[in-house]
């Protein structure tokens, strides 16, 4: 998890036990399930948050970490809904234009949120690439739209906005969708979320532990 010294190396081997025993406590038998890339993307998510739940909130749906290898192995973009999500991802070619002038100036001609302004900007780079979004449920409904109207087709949705409004029913109607996705049950989510779930799976592009 970035530790590079011996006593770096002890508290994060010492915190990888303690995350696979709280996410036993949580999933039981359940944890049977899971493949051994989704359990250490998991474990990546409890370790960064130190909220054992999210080992039963955390859903794949349509062989996403296949698709997103796919798509990193390609070089694809990664589309953030926001900067702070972009600033965290360790990845060379991201994409975020939330905070542009002409995404401003789009978002007032048209009375949308800058949120849905930069995913319509950037449908040509999210289809076939993959799209990030940490915060904005308008973000992922945008996605959603263009999924369904326009036919643009990511290779991943991670989708895991959090909040009380508009986040769990954005994630919910993403997974009706017969997309490749990671997201979360629930109003939990968030850049961290986000940040954890991408760098786990570029990890394992790189065939570095997750």
Same mark, same amino acid.
Request: glycine share 8%; proline share 4%; hydrophobic share 40%.
């Given at each position: 998890?970035?530790?590079?010294? @011996?006593? %770096?190396?002890?508290? *994060?081997?010492? +915190?990888?036990?303690?995350? #696979?025993?709280? !996410?036993?406590?949580?999933?039981?038998?359940?944890?049977?399930?899971?493949?051994?890339?989704?359990?250490?993307?998991?474990?990546?998510?409890?370790?960064?948050?130190?909220?054992?739940?999210?080992?039963?909130?955390?859903?794949?749906?349509?062989?996403?970490?296949?698709?997103?290898?796919?798509?990193?192995?390609?070089?694809?973009?990664?589309?953030?809904?926001?900067?702070?999500?972009?600033?965290?991802?360790?990845?060379?070619?991201?994409?975020?234009?939330?905070?542009?002038?002409?995404?401003?100036?789009?978002?007032? @001609?048209? %009375?949308?949120?800058? *949120?849905?302004? +930069?995913?319509?900007?950037? #449908?040509?780079? !999210?289809?076939?690439?993959?799209?990030?979004?940490?915060?904005?449920?308008?973000?992922?409904?945008?996605?959603?739209?263009?999924?369904?109207?326009?036919?643009?087709?990511?290779?991943?949705?991670?989708?895991?906005?959090?909040?009380?409004?508009?986040?769990?029913?954005?994630?919910?109607?993403?997974?009706?969708?017969?997309?490749?996705?990671?997201?979360?049950?629930?109003?939990?989510?968030?850049?961290?979320?986000?940040?954890?779930?991408?760098?786990?799976?570029?990890?394992?592009?790189?065939?570095?532990?997750?």
């Amino acid at each position: 998890m970035g530790a590079t010294t @011996k006593d %770096g190396m002890d508290i *994060a081997d010492k +915190s990888r036990e303690i995350v #696979k025993r709280k !996410i036993f406590e949580v999933l039981n038998e359940k944890i049977d399930l899971y493949s051994d890339e989704e359990m250490g993307l998991i474990e990546r998510v409890v370790h960064a948050t130190a909220d054992p739940e999210y080992a039963k909130l955390i859903l794949f749906n349509n062989g996403p970490i296949k698709n997103c290898l796919d798509a990193l192995n390609n070089k694809k973009p990664i589309i953030t809904d926001i900067s702070m999500v972009k600033a965290g991802i360790r990845y060379n070619n991201i994409v975020c234009t939330i905070s542009d002038k002409e995404t401003f100036e789009y978002a007032k @001609k048209y %009375g949308i949120t800058r *949120a849905v302004a +930069s995913i319509r900007s950037l #449908k040509d780079e !999210i289809d076939g690439g993959i799209i990030v979004i940490g915060n904005a449920p308008t973000a992922l409904l945008e996605v959603i739209r263009l999924y369904n109207e326009e036919k643009i087709r990511p290779k991943l949705v991670l989708g895991v906005p959090v909040g009380f409004v508009k986040a769990s029913e954005s994630k919910e109607l993403l997974r009706t969708l017969n997309i490749p996705s990671i997201s979360t049950i629930g109003p939990k989510g968030g850049t961290p979320i986000a940040v954890s779930l991408m760098n786990g799976i570029i990890a394992l592009s790189k065939n570095e532990r997750i």
